[in-house]
């Protein structure tokens, strides 16, 4: 069993910043890339930023580049999303995952973290 926890959610006035963390524990396992995902109220869930640990390319969404910055440990299977410059519309529920082929196919799922900016 693969489990990932996250870690770092709260509140935070616009402008801040926060920082998101996810550690997998569990059986070992071998990871291509790890991503953050948000889910506002009413929304779906999307992605929010990528980073491949073979080259360490990274792929952030057009709605938060410049202001959060996507970082970790491939080796550990470790993943950290520092997020600057919080707008109210970044409230949502944070989750990261898993892409263990490099297919696009996140295969394991953290419980999230709430994150919380206010106006």
């Known amino acids: 069993q693969v489990q990932l926890v996250e870690s770092g959610g709260g509140l935070a006035q616009a402008g801040g910043s926060l920082r998101l963390s996810c550690a997998a524990s569990g059986r070992t396992f071998s990871s291509y890339a790890m991503g953050w995902f948000r889910q506002a109220p009413g929304k779906e869930r999307a992605i929010v930023a990528r980073i491949s640990w073979s080259d360490g390319n990274t792929y952030y969404a057009d709605s938060v580049k410049g202001r959060f910055t996507i970082s970790g440990d491939g080796a550990k299977n470790t993943v950290y999303l520092q997020m600057n410059s919080l707008k109210p519309e970044d409230t949502a529920v944070y989750y990261c995952?898993?892409?263990?082929?490099?297919?696009?196919?996140?295969?394991?799922w953290g419980q999230g973290t709430q994150v919380t900016v206010s106006s």
């Open positions: 995952a898993v892409d263990d082929r490099g297919q696009g196919l996140y295969v394991y």
